[in-house]
């Protein structure tokens, strides 16, 4: 399984970058999937995830109504779009892989079986 993140990136504070993840050697239908993050210093937390089906995205407090994810199945392709960056939004940023039935979505990483090498975001003030 290889999960290839791309799209990261230095940007002004208010600016935006899309992150990209394909995927690959996996059914990209039968699995969920989410963006994590890790600063310099810090654990890796949850930014968002995506359900099989598209339907149920959770966000962190933190990127409420900034970022989006969305999935496109035909490219075996997950999004995450940042918008209105912040300098606190610096780190790495990795997606991951959850197989999972139709509608579940989870948050914590320990559930998430496969992860991608991570693309650096760095937002200047």
Request: with cysteine.
């Amino acid at each position: 399984v290889q999960l290839q993140a791309s799209g990261g990136g230095l940007v002004q504070a208010g600016g935006s970058l899309r992150l990209s993840c394909v995927a690959s050697g996996l059914t990209f239908m039968y699995y969920s999937f989410g963006w994590f993050r890790q600063a310099p210093g810090k654990e890796r937390e949850f930014v968002a995830a995506v359900s099989r089906s598209g339907g149920n995205t959770p966000y962190a407090d933190s990127v409420k109504g900034r970022f989006t994810i969305s999935r496109e199945n035909d490219k075996k392709t997950v999004y995450l779009q940042m918008n209105g960056l912040k300098p606190e939004d610096t780190a790495t940023y990795y997606c991951a892989a959850d197989r999972t039935i139709l509608s579940v979505v989870n948050t914590a990483r320990d559930e998430y079986e496969h992860w991608g090498q991570g693309t650096q975001v760095t937002v200047s003030s």
